[in-house]
């Protein structure tokens, strides 16, 4: 079956542009997970939904970030007035089960958007 | 604050070669321990999956060990193949508050024939 999808692969931004980011989590699942990756390090959690409701955004860096996933599937990382900081990989997640103790634990991620603000 | 360091930061090493990459964490108050596997331009893939409770997982030529008191946790890859090369990383979930999964930074490991 299909994986987790995102899109664009590639985003090139000049400073101070809005983008948007896609995730096509796996079809039911109700976790939807977004880390940010900058060059040579590891991913750092942004954002968590379980269905549509956005459980947890103490990740997000700044009020320029914003995630939403309305009707519980798709999902949109949104950010305004980017800038060179905000170059990275986004990764995008999914999981069958709510994330907590005991359920969430395999996560299935995406190809990831590399995102370079010129 | 959960900080997880990875030691080495890179790794090249011959064909056949057994290899230890070693993670570090420096609150011990986690509910399990991740290793996962990056490929270039591609997501992250779950290798081994520790909980707390737990001292080690294995599955194939991977062994991941688990020591929560001391925040340490090592992965060795036996009898390394050049398909192992890849970027791997570790990653605690919180045992506190939201308990989202805190990586390292990696290891780079470059396998060759």
């Known amino acids: 079956g299909a994986g987790v999808s995102q899109s664009p692969r590639y985003k090139v931004a000049k400073r101070g542009q809005d983008v948007a980011l896609r995730c096509d989590p796996i079809?039911?699942?109700?976790?939807l997970f977004w880390y940010q990756q900058a060059l040579g390090q590891g991913p750092e959690f942004l954002t968590y939904?379980?269905?549509?409701?956005?459980?947890?955004k103490s990740g997000l860096p700044s009020d320029r970030f914003f995630a939403e996933r309305p009707e519980g599937s798709v999902s949109t990382l949104k950010i305004q007035r980017t800038q060179q900081e905000d170059s990275a990989v986004y990764l995008c997640?999914?999981?069958?089960?709510?994330f907590g103790r005991g359920g969430g634990e395999t996560q299935y991620f995406g190809p990831g958007t590399r995102l370079l603000v010129l | 604050k959960q900080e997880v360091t990875q030691i080495p930061a890179a790794l090249s090493v011959p064909e056949g070669e057994n290899l230890v990459l070693n993670c570090s964490f420096t609150d011990s108050a986690i509910y399990n321990l991740q290793w996962f596997r990056q490929d270039p331009g591609k997501g992250l893939t779950s290798l081994l999956l520790i909980q707390s409770s737990q001292r080690e997982q294995t599955s194939g030529r991977l062994n991941a060990s688990l020591d929560k008191s001391s925040g340490r946790s090592t992965l060795y890859i036996a009898a390394s193949q050049p398909g192992d090369s890849a970027t791997y990383l570790c990653?605690?979930?919180?045992?506190?508050?939201?308990?989202?999964?805190?990586f390292g930074t990696g290891t780079r490991l470059l396998v060759s024939p």
């Open positions: 939904f379980q269905n549509e409701a956005q459980l947890d």
């Open positions: 079809s039911g699942h109700v976790s």
């Open positions: 997640a999914s999981s069958l089960e709510p």
């Open positions: 990653a605690v979930k919180l045992d506190t508050g939201f308990q989202k999964l805190v």
